[in-house]
């Protein structure tokens, strides 16, 4: 498979563009204090610096020929940028955001660097595809993917141009597919009742790593890439997403809660021992490993990239708290089992971040209706999780005097307080889309 991948790129002028490629930079999304921006770390994890403000920056993805990196920014349009941070400027507009919520994200590159396909709502926001537009800002169109579906996400295009990986919302679940860089479905590639995400290629076109949720926890798995040989690369009681191969097809870089925050870790392309790259203290996600190669493409001008408007800022917001609030849960749900001044920490860790929270949501200004009723829900839901803290923590003050009454009863408050805030959570998440 691999003569026939590197014979299709040689015919079509792709081959300068990832074989052969060195491992230059990681780029990341790095997310603190509700706030997003792209960053950049070397092929170990040193030195992380930022290319963006922080705001709504999000999903990098880096051009086959390593000069320029594609990103959600603004009101969750696309964006592109030069690698290092100047030059930004909208590929797509994604309206006014102000009642209408618009999401175009997760880029992915052609390896001629001529086109990016992305997954969006755009054109009925109950409704995501997978569009593909020219790194010109031309040519946008929609891709057919499954007609059988409810909804298409996370493109990742094959070494060799002719494919398009991507995940599909079905009956069983979201399962991985094949289609035709043209948008004609191909193959099913999984069939489980598991949840599938996030699929990278690799160099030489021959496999497949994605994410797959078991028992509640995401783990990384890699198979062929006609969808056979499948079979997981970690497995444990943490979250393992996004994981993105190297340019020269030896290791996957991927972000992990193992160490009680989101941070990026390595491992061989095989599966083996996973390697801590950074420990930021932020949560860092989505990462893109840029290619070194000969060949380039000219640089962009003078950035003009949009600023978020309306309802955005609040949006980002509350899908960057998010990504805080998973890693308090994971920090809980490893305390569960330990001490009681490891208990201790996680709550007030959980009762500081959800303060924090409800204030910097509060903040926000919405301009439509429905953006004041979605503030008004999630500032209710966080101050719901600043009670189950602090319940959980009047516990076990209760539990250390030796009074099991007061104990029982905070823990009743602490349960009810979580009940409420998954509760409002649901509602936020029907009126985001």
Known sequence: MFALALA?????????????????????????????????????????????????????????????????????????????????RALTDTGSWSGRYVYDELPSWSPDGKQIAFQSNRGNVDDYGIWVIGSDGRSLHRLDGNPNGDGDFSPAWSPDGTRIVFVSDTDDGYDLYLMDSAGTLRRRLTHTYDDEDT?????????????????????????????????????????????????????????????????????????????????????????????????????????????????????????NRGLDFGAVQQAIFEARGGTVAARRTAFTRLETIATASARSLAAEQPTSEKGKRLRGIVVSAWKQLVLEGRERLRSLDAARRGNKSAQKRHQRAADKAESRASDLFDSAGDLIG
């Open 8 to 88: 299709a790129l040689l015919a079509t002028g792709l081959a300068g563009a990832s074989a052969g490629a060195q491992n230059g930079k990681i780029a990341l999304m790095v997310v603190r204090d509700g706030r997003a921006e792209i960053g950049v770390v070397g092929s170990n994890g040193s030195a992380l610096a930022s290319l963006t403000g922080a705001g709504i920056n999000a999903e990098p993805a880096w051009s086959p020929d390593g000069t320029k990196l594609a990103y959600s920014c603004g009101n969750f349009s696309l964006c592109l940028m030069n690698a290092d941070g100047s030059g930004s």
């Open 199 to 319: 699929p990278d290629w690799s160099p030489d076109g021959t496999k497949i790593v994605y994410t797959r949720w078991v028992d509640n926890f995401s783990q990384l798995w890699l198979m062929d890439a006609d969808g056979s040989g499948q079979h997981a690369l970690t497995r444990g009681a943490t979250d393992e997403v996004n994981p993105h191969f190297s340019p020269d097809g030896t290791k996957i870089v991927f972000s992990s809660d193992r160490g009680g925050n989101f941070d990026l870790w390595t491992m061989p392309a095989g599966g083996g021992s996973p390697e801590r790259l950074t420990a930021n203290g932020a949560a860092e996600v989505y990462p893109s490993w840029q290619p070194l190669v000969q060949t380039s493409s000219d640089p962009l001008g003078a950035a003009t990239a949009p600023m978020a408007a309306n309802d955005a800022p609040l949006v980002g917001e509350i899908f």
